[in-house]
């Protein structure tokens, strides 16, 4: 508690306590994490009135709940998890996801056994990004642009920042657009546009839609199946992105027009922030 590096916690009763039932419950870790997760200070709402602001401006006495961008790692998982293509795999060595070609080369001595990067197939590409192999000279683009860090040094927090490139990341990475039309395929299973909208919203936000957002998703699916009936070909590639298989049974242009939709729902503001 007496740190020369930062500042004195603002609740050291707290920490004692926690310590106290910590150590009581035979160091039990899954317990100690339930046990904050359920607190009313974790499980509070972002948002803040302007007695909260007045009283706690930087909420450092955890007066309303903290709004922040997904960490790289999650950002991916929610898309896989979201989709289905999620492995339930646990354990084991790890394993090389989609990456750009040629990304090991140019920082790899010529002897070295990771010079040449040699993506995996089948349920390897889809496990949880805990798994990903890590090359500290050379880290998983898409998890460096969403700030992780390269792991050269020890970094007791991350940056969270906001840039263009992560939206080309969640938009146009191999990964995320398959599983865009992953979650697609699962809406395109229900028999009309309001069932197939529920499948994906509650996947990704974990509530439905109110009928302001149905008419503006309704509009854009719209304007994407008259895009995709003149353009069979833009279509056809767009639904051949990732290893896996599109359904069949489905029209290419009207897949394509709800895989883009189902893309417009996972970069939302509210899929992407905690």
Known sequence: RNSTAGQAPS???????????FRESGWDMRRMYGLMFK????????????????LDPDNRLLSRGPRFRLDGEMVRDLFLSASGLMSP????????PYQPDGIWETVAMKGSDTRFYKRDSGTALYRR???????????????EIFNAPTRESCTVRRERTNTP????????DPQLVEASRRLAQEALAAPAFDARLDVMTSRALARPFNARERGVIRKELASLMAHYDSRPEEAGKLVSVG???????????????????????????EALNK
Do not use: C
């Not at 795999?89 to 090389?96: E, F, K």
């Not at 990004?129 to 998890?143: D, E, G, V």
């Not at 069949?248 to 895989?259: I, V």
């Open 39 to 54: 607190s009313a200070a974790y499980r509070q709402s972002a948002a803040a009135t302007p007695e909260k602001i007045r």
């Open 89 to 96: 795999a646990v354990g084991g060595p790890s394993v090389r």
């Open 129 to 143: 990004s805990l798994y990903t192999f890590w090359k500290r000279s050379a880290p998983p683009p898409s998890m």
């Open 11 to 21: 609740h050291p009763e707290l920490l004692d306590w926690l310590a106290v039932e």
């Open 165 to 172: 490139l992560q939206a080309l990341v969640t938009l146009n």
């Open 243 to 269: 290893e896996s298989k599109a359904a069949s049974g489905f029209p290419t242009p009207e897949l394509a027009a709800w895989t883009m939709v189902a893309s417009s729902i996972l970069n939302l503001d």
